[in-house]
T-cell receptor, first 119, second 112 residues
Framework: DVKVTQSSRYLVKRTGEKVFLECVQD?????MFWYRQDPGLGLRLIYF???????EKGDIPEGYSVSREKKERFSLILESASTNQTSMYLC??????????????????FGPGTRLTVL | DQQVKQNSPSLSVQEGRISILNCDYT??????FLWYKKYPAEGPTFLIS?????DKNEDGRFTVFLNKSAKHLSLHIVPSQPGDSAVYFC???????????FGTGTRLQVFP
């Protein structure tokens, strides 16, 4: 079974703090993703990485950075937390599609999420 | 601009009846579509998918239909069970990319 773990289920931070969210996967997936989920907005992609040390911006990268030093680990960093970053953060991983149409094995597998509250 | 839309934020269905969840998309370059299910305090889990070369895919009680000309897909659950109560997200993948674009979700409640 694919396992994606996130370092914390709940976090409370203060405005201006630097926040690290960690994600680890055990399936040797090339791709890793960070999303945030907000009511009425669904899941929005913040950043993703398709290889070690590689990263690409998603739809809402402002205020965030990422780090991928090892294949199994993908970190999301809030350099200076703000109240509008209060959200549910979800990490996901998947195999890299090498060509052709995807199949059900190419889906993204999600961690349990981190509920971050910034006061 | 929301490329994947789920216009019904919630749906309530009686146990044993059919649940139909709908999803519309705008980008004709999407070639793979998925449905995820999410319980509170858990991450989304993959439910069923369909590629753009098909118009139907079935897995047990779950069937996904794709109408490419209308840029519409739907998820049918029959019969619905109380354990199906969750938020359902549809997602679409643009051609030759590993990214997913998610809809806003529909909360399904199945009551006895």
């Amino acid at each position: 079974d694919v396992k994606v773990t996130q370092s914390s289920r709940y976090l409370v931070k203060r405005t201006g703090e630097k926040v690290f969210l960690e994600c680890v996967q055990d399936m040797d997936h090339e791709n890793m993703f960070w999303y945030r989920q907000d009511p009425g907005l669904g899941l929005r992609l913040i950043y993703f990485s398709y290889d070690v040390k590689m990263k690409e911006k998603g739809d809402i990268p402002e205020g965030y950075s990422v780090s991928r030093e090892k294949k199994e680990r993908f970190s999301l960093i809030l350099e200076s937390a703000s109240t509008n970053q209060t959200s549910m953060y979800l990490c996901a991983s998947s195999f890299r599609l090498v060509g052709g149409l995807p199949s059900s094995t190419d889906t993204q597998y999600f961690g349990p999420g981190t509920r971050l509250t910034v006061l | 601009d929301q490329q994947v839309k789920q216009n019904s934020p919630s749906l309530s269905v009686q146990e044993g009846r059919i649940s139909i969840l709908n999803c519309d998309y705008t980008n004709s370059m999407f070639d793979y579509f998925l449905w995820y299910k999410k319980y509170p305090a858990e991450g989304p889990t993959f439910l069923i998918s369909i590629s753009s070369i098909k118009d139907k895919n079935e897995d047990g009680r779950f069937t996904v239909f794709l109408n490419k000309s209308a840029k519409h897909l739907s998820l049918h659950i029959v019969p619905s069970q109380p354990g199906d109560s969750a938020v359902y997200f549809c997602a679409a993948s643009p051609y030759n990319t590993d990214k997913l674009i998610f809809g806003t979700g529909t909360r399904l409640q199945v009551f006895p």
